[in-house]
Nanobody, 120 residues
Framework: QVQLVESGGGLVEAGGSLRLSCAAS????????MGWYRQAPGKQRELVAA???????NYADSVKGRFTISRDNTKDTVYLQMNSLKPEDTAVYYC??????????????WGQGTQVTVSS
């Protein structure tokens, strides 16, 4: 069974940085779309950053210029670099991969979530 294991969350002061990692438990044969979502208490889950197989990226307006989504094919891992963090970035962050992991069947996978807390 394929798992996406997230790490890198934690408590950071405003203005600080964190890098979230999302490691697949099996070999990633292809990523069609990769994304990071977040959900703050009492709010709906929202898309923060997305990347496609043709290297296009898209960011929520609230994080443009501060967050960067990337991947390391050699490590079967997707990253979210978060700089200049603000208290409103506080949320549980989830990674999402639409692709072929450990199989050539295309499926959608979710990570378990990692808490990011930004203090003012």
């Amino acid at each position: 069974q394929v798992q996406l294991v997230e790490s890198g969350g934690g408590l950071v002061e405003a203005g600080g940085s964190l890098r979230l990692s999302c490691a697949a438990s099996r070999t990633i044969f292809r990523i069609n779309v990769m994304g990071w979502y977040r959900q703050a208490p009492g709010k709906q889950r929202e898309l923060v950053a997305a990347g496609t197989s043709d290297s296009n990226t898209n960011y929520a307006d609230s994080v443009k210029g501060r967050f960067t989504i990337s991947r390391d094919n050699t490590k079967d891992t997707v990253y979210l670099q978060m700089n200049s963090l603000k208290p409103e970035d506080t949320a549980v962050y989830y990674c999402n991969i639409d692709g072929q992991i450990g199989t050539y069947t295309r499926r959608t996978y979710w990570g378990q979530g990692t808490q990011v807390t930004v203090s003012s």
